[in-house]
Structure formats: structure tokens, C-alpha cells
């Protein structure tokens, strides 16, 4: 057996919990807006649909602050054992800032062919 079981309190889920929280949101709003852009809708409408895809700020506080509880509960519920508790831990941290990279790396890419593709249009101009 893993570690011995014990009980998991909200506490455990303090800091884990409004990062998941943050992922979650970051995931949605992302998985939409790329729908979006593949799809050629106009900058406008894809920030707009950024902007809907975002979590309501009344449920997004109700999702960090409910959610170390409801965590706790259902740890507790799958007799997880507490030698878990530095991968609960890290493991949402270490996940959003990779996801946070992807985005990030996904819109340097899809800026630079906008810069290429506005450079491209003048020239192609230019031939008689």
C-alpha cells in the first residue's frame, strides 16, 4: 500500500484548488477560441468568444472557494493516501504552467503568420 490513509482536509486543497480552478478556465477558453480561429472567424469575433468562454466571475469565485472542501471529500471518499499530497500538490502547478506555454507558443506562431501573411499581401501587390 501507497501510505497509510488518513483524512484529507480543505486545507490540503488550499492552494491546488484555484489553480485547477485557473487550468480549467484556461483549457475552456482556449479549446474554443482555437475552434475559432481555425475556422477564419474575424479577430473580433474569436476575442469575443474568448471573452464568453471565460468563467463567470461570481462562478469562478464559487469554484475556488467550494472546491478544497469538495476535493477533501472526495479524497477522503477514495481513500487516497496522504503520501499523495506533494503530487496533488505540484501536480496542478506543474500542468498550468505547461499549458500556459502551449498557448503562449500557439499565439507567438499565430502572430508571426499574421505578420508574415501582411508582409506578403503589399508585395504580391507590387508585382505588375
Avoid at 479577430?43 to 472546491?67: Q, T
Avoid at 493516501?81 to 504552467?97: G, M, R
Amino acid at each position: 500500500m501507497p501510505g497509510a490513509v488518513a483524512e484529507w482536509t480543505a486545507e490540503d486543497f488550499r492552494e491546488a484548488a484555484p489553480e485547477l480552478v485557473e487550468l480549467a478556465e484556461a483549457w475552456r477558453v482556449d479549446t474554443h477560441t482555437k475552434h475559432a480561429v481555425a475556422g477564419k472567424l474575424p479577430r473580433r469575433i474569436v476575442e469575443e468568444i474568448a471573452k464568453d468562454a471565460a468563467f463567470p466571475p461570481g462562478s469562478k469565485r464559487s469554484l475556488s472557494s467550494a472546491s478544497p472542501q469538495t476535493l477533501a471529500e472526495m479524497f477522503n471518499a477514495l481513500s487516497v493516501p496522504l503520501s499523495f499530497k506533494k503530487i496533488v500538490t505540484l501536480a496542478p502547478a506543474l500542468v498550468y504552467v505547461i499549458v500556459r506555454d502551449l498557448q503562449v507558443g500557439g499565439r507567438v506562431q499565430k502572430m508571426i503568420a499574421d505578420e508574415n501573411e501582411r508582409q506578403a499581401v503589399p508585395a504580391q501587390e507590387k508585382k505588375p
